[in-house]
């Protein structure tokens, strides 16, 4: 599966729309790019994934550039409940493929 | 509740010891995966079962065991406890066939030991 790079930290108002970028220049044409977040000691969660179309459900939206190779994934409202880690992940999408956690991005939305 | 059920959620034990993680999947789901999450560590895949059988292995120690049964639930077995192995460790079940909705969790089981 491919690498992502993530900033390690960021910080969001409350109220305010959240965009968390990851790169992923290596990715393969039928790698998905997925996004799960980790609330402080809880299980992950899935957020959202995509192949090259933009995205976009009840939690967030998934925004993928044209060449692949970075996405953007976005809360339109942050709310203190946002705060977690989110781990972008790339992988080949079939049954039983595990999926390889990097460092992930530490999100605070503050009041 | 997310559908997959770790059992217990805590769990105190002393080094040297055995203790056993179970984990019951999302109803239909043919594949389990178990991570270890040490103190302010990512997430470490350990092993996966796919309808009953290993499908990949990551860094387990050989203290550590699993399997999948019958009925699909999972048991992992950590034996010779050491201090370091306390962690929070995760089950993870996916969809069958078609696995476009990801990855379910657990709520972990979070294991100290003394």
């Known amino acids: 599966d491919a690498k992502t790079t993530q900033p390690t930290s960021m910080d969001c108002a409350e109220g305010r729309a959240a965009n968390l970028p990851c790169n992923h220049s290596?990715?393969?044409?039928?790698?998905?790019v997925y996004w799960y977040r980790q609330i402080h000691s809880q299980g992950p969660q899935y957020i959202i994934h995509?192949?090259?179309n933009n995205e976009t459900n009840e939690m967030a939206s998934l925004i993928i550039t044209e060449d692949r190779k970075s996405s953007t994934l976005i809360l339109p409202h942050a709310t203190l409940r946002d705060t977690a880690v989110y781990y972008c992940i790339v992988r080949v999408d079939y049954a039983g493929n595990m999926l390889t956690f990097g460092g992930g991005t530490r999100l605070m939305v503050k009041p | 509740d997310s559908g997959v059920t770790q059992t217990p959620k805590h769990l105190i034990t002393a080094t040297g010891q055995r203790v056993t993680l179970r984990c019951s999947p999302r109803?239909?789901?043919?594949?389990v995966y178990w991570y270890q999450q040490s103190l302010d560590q990512g997430l470490q895949f350990l092993i996966q079962y796919y309808n009953g059988e290993e499908r990949a292995k990551g860094n387990i120690l050989e203290r550590f065991s699993a399997q999948q049964f019958p009925d699909l639930h999972s048991e992992l077995n950590l034996s010779s406890l050491e201090l370091g192995d306390s962690a929070l460790y995760f089950c993870?079940?996916?969809?069958?066939?078609?696995?476009?909705?990801?990855?379910?969790f657990g709520s972990g089981t979070r294991l100290t030991v003394v």
């Open positions: 290596t990715i393969s044409g039928n790698e998905y």
């Open positions: 109803s239909g789901d043919l594949s």
């Open positions: 993870a079940s996916s969809a069958g066939p078609q696995s476009s909705d990801g990855y379910t």
């Open positions: 995509g192949l090259k």
